[in-house]
């Protein structure tokens, strides 16, 4: 037997579409000594054609790309131009702002000098080293800066205050004494990373940050030691020339205050992810075969076995109900405060809360493959991606170090030339102040920490978006196209009438049908079947099943060739069903959905099915069209039925009797119109409509491979869930150019102060320990903005 043949059965997946397979399933293939299962013959169908295809696609998933290059400053660290590789064995880091940046130990980003953040956020919120460090830094500068500021402060300005036995020269031993500290031990990383910016020519705000301290401190240093070197016009009655250590500790604490807001501040972006993983319960109560019942870890629970979910405790992992009644609390994992009735046959997701009633449950999913975990790794993806309009922002900061510096070059001789006395002073005050006030950390942070904040938030009310690009885009969608059933409607059919001919029975024509109907996939077969359980009608095999895509199932039951499925198919068969279909009229013109009926090349009946508009669909069709969206319906029911429904629902477009691939089509249509379209659908055949329009919605309730394929999933299966992402784009695209415009703004007026723009004018010169508090202030400022969608109503 194959290592395939040896996998359990919930770790084997579908090659195609990657949803879970069971061992069991009758889709099977054998290559190249290995058996493959599929969850239809659709897909069994394309592997065939092209194994290689999704085998190389298959290894691709889980190695390093060949796009991947080495770091010059770091050997265990590579940059990825697709999403991180993440090695589930250790923790792997990132940087906020370039998460291109992957290395598996903590440390800093080789390419802005941030400190790295892990990928994979823990429940347990562990030490941050480096939060730690940097707050042991600045309070043992601040104790060291303040007595080196008071005593700069007092010699400058009120001088008789000093003690007679206090000197200008031991004065500026003792600013020596205390600012050389500061600045090399507490300013250590900064020097650290500056450098490594030059290594591999990142130029970043460490660049900034450390030339500038490093120009202060060693001007102090020259004009301590060999004042005689400096002009006589520089140089003070003494003799001594003027220092600026109190300038450098000052920047030094400063830039190291900035550090220890932002790192608590970054620390909260993560803050509903932790939220998530701390509502998964540690223990479940398993019911053993005998009877008897015992707490189990989390972790061993197993696909198939049966737990207990007792009233106030969390529902362990995702499963369905075998018995019991009660209400669930669902509202952590889908925005949605009602609780939800749940019985015999409806499922439970794991880390919901189980209300008033004992529920018995069947494990079906455990591990990284409940919706929890896969709600965890979407916005941990999510988080870590890039909205086009970084673009600006990565663009600007390419040109913004250099140009910095070439400012601060010019203005220190501009002033060293042209400026009044003392010059060079004065020279060193504004090339220093211009270095420090342009860090262009608040630029970098704009973007990525709105999405990392705004992802995680979506995902608390039951929003989960793929991916930062689409969270920008849903901004300008002007065109909503949905599905019909199981995304306007409840995606549950239930058979309610059959019509048969002369000839036939019910019963008899119900048993053909459902009897064919047990081979397909489609939720309206799984309908018919459990019509036919519940009227207690005896199921046969069938053969030579086929599916027509958009038509029916053909199929051979009792060795008679029986056609279930709408007029299109019967016309490809050459099977006259006009008469029937008008009968069938009746049904439609209620809202149902009715399949026809041929055995033997002649039709003999129909069966209607119905499946009831969701309650919430109205209000948010309404929502929708108050925002000024456009929404279209796409089905494959139908004429009769999709204008019913869309007369109830107020629709602006019906698009009726549409096959799979023409749905790609009419999304193509819109687009080359100009409109900005968003997808909304459930379905195996949504997926490349989902995946060709500028958004795809997938409703959680729908296909794995519906959820892959789109850029938004909402966890309820609720159109009302596309209004909350519209609120939380916009929101957040409005917060983001607000983060971007106050880091713009704040450089562009920022340094020409700082070059000496206003002193021709009103004699100010702006001092670099000013410049040090206002970059700081920026930075935290940016981020404190972001935070501010947290608390966003969606």
Not at 514 to 541: F, M, T, Y
Not at 640 to 656: C, F, M, P, S, Y
Request: proline content about 4%; aromatic content about 6%; glycine content about 6%.
């Amino acid at each position: 037997m194959s290592q395939k043949m040896q996998t359990k059965a919930e770790e084997l997946k579908d090659q195609v579409c990657g949803m879970n397979v069971s061992i069991d399933s009758k889709y099977s293939y054998r290559y190249k000594s290995e058996d493959y299962r599929f969850c239809s013959e659709h897909c069994l169908v394309k592997f065939k054609a092209h194994p290689e295809d999704y085998l190389k696609k298959e290894s691709s998933d889980t190695l390093i790309t060949d796009k991947e290059s080495i770091c010059t400053n770091e050997n265990l660290c590579h940059v990825n131009t697709q999403t991180p590789y993440i090695d589930e064995k250790a923790t792997k880091y990132t940087c906020p702002m370039h998460p291109e940046i992957v290395q598996d130990h903590a440390g800093t980003c080789p390419k802005c000098g941030m400190a790295l953040e892990p990928i994979v956020v823990k429940a347990v919120k562990e030490k941050n080293e480096e939060l730690i460090d940097m707050s042991r830094r600045f309070w043992v500068s601040t104790a060291l800066s303040i007595p080196v500021f008071a005593l700069a402060m007092i010699a400058d300005l009120l001088p008789s205050l000093l003690p007679s036995s206090l000197s200008m020269k031991i004065v500026q031993w003792i600013e020596f004494l205390l600012a050389t500290p500061v600045v090399f031990w507490g300013g250590w990383p900064f020097f650290v990373r500056g450098y490594k910016s030059l290594q591999t020519m990142n130029l970043n705000m460490f660049t900034l940050i450390a030339i500038g301290v490093f120009v202060a401190w060693a001007y102090s240093l020259v004009a301590l030691f060999m004042p005689h070197i400096f002009p006589p016009m520089m140089q003070m009655s003494d003799g001594m020339v003027h220092v600026y250590f109190e300038a450098a500790a000052v920047i030094t604490t400063l830039v190291l205050l900035g550090q220890v807001l932002e790192l608590r501040a970054r620390s909260q972006t993560n803050a509903a992810i932790r939220l998530l993983l701390e509502l998964a319960p540690n223990t479940a109560r398993i019911v053993r075969k005998n009877g008897n019942e015992e707490d189990i870890a989390l972790e061993n629970v197993q696909v198939g076995d049966v737990l207990r979910v007792r009233p106030g405790e969390k529902v362990p992992v995702d499963g369905v109900v075998i018995d019991g009644e009660s209400n669930v609390d669902e509202s952590m994992v889908t925005g949605e405060p009602i609780a939800v009735k749940k019985f015999a046959g409806e499922r439970v997701i794991g880390a919901t809360i189980n209300a008033n009633g004992s529920l018995l449950m069947r494990t079906q999913k455990i591990g990284a493959d409940t919706l929890l975990s896969q709600i965890i790794d979407m916005v941990s993806l999510a988080q870590r991606s890039r909205a086009p309009i970084q673009k600006l922002a990565d663009v600007v900061s390419g040109y913004f170090v250099p140009a910095v510096i070439g400012i601060s070059i010019i203005s220190f001789f501009v002033w060293w030339i042209w400026g009044s006395e003392p010059r060079l002073a004065y020279a060193v005050v504004s090339a220093v102040s211009v270095l420090i006030i342009a860090c262009p950390c608040a630029l970098g942070l704009a973007t990525p920490i709105s999405i990392m904040v705004a992802t995680g938030r979506g995902a608390t009310s039951g929003v989960l978006i793929k991916n930062a690009e689409v969270l920008e885009i849903m901004e300008k969608v002007d065109t909503l196209v949905v599905d019909k059933t199981g995304t306007l409607t409840e995606g549950k059919p239930k058979l309610v009438n059959v019509h048969v001919e002369d000839g036939f029975s019910e019963n008899e024509l119900l048993r053909l049908v459902a009897s064919l109907e047990r081979a397909s996939e489609h939720p309206l077969s799984e309908a018919i079947v459990n019509g036919a359980k519940d009227r207690e009608v005896e199921l046969v095999k069938s053969d030579n099943f086929k599916s027509i895509s958009g038509m029916g199932i053909i199929g051979e039951v009792d060795g008679q060739t029986v056609a279930v499925g709408n007029l299109k198919l019967f016309e490809s068969l050459n099977i006259n069903a006009l008469e029937l279909s008008k009968k069938a009229d009746i049904e439609r013109s209620d809202g149902k959905i009715v399949m026809l009926v041929a055995v033997d090349s002649t039709a003999v009946g129909f069966i209607a099915i119905t499946d009831p508009i969701k309650e919430s669909t109205a209000e948010a069709i309404n929502n929708l069209h108050a925002q000024g969206i456009k929404v279209v319906m796409l089905t494959g029911d139908s004429r009769t039925t999709a204008e019913i429904v869309a007369r109830k629902l107020g629709i602006d477009e019906v698009h009726a009797e549409v096959l799979p691939e023409q749905k790609a089509e009419i999304i193509k249509e819109f687009q080359a119109k100009g409109r900005i379209v968003a997808m909304a659908g459930d379905g195996i055949n949504d997926a490349p409509a989902l995946a060709l329009a500028h958004v795809g919605i997938a409703m959680g309730t729908g296909t794995d491979v519906a959820m892959e394929s789109a850029g938004v999933t909402l966890v309820k299966g609720d159109l009302r869930g596309i209004v909350r992402a519209r609120v939380l784009s916009r929101a957040t695209m409005r917060n983001i150019r607000q983060n971007l415009f106050f880091a713009f703004f704040y450089n562009s007026v920022g340094i020409p102060i700082a070059a000496g723009l206003l002193y021709p004018f009103f004699g100010i010169l702006l001092s670099p320990m000013i410049a040090a508090a206002a970059m700081s202030f920026s930075s935290v400022s940016v981020i404190t903005n972001s935070l501010r969608l947290r608390g966003i109503k969606l």
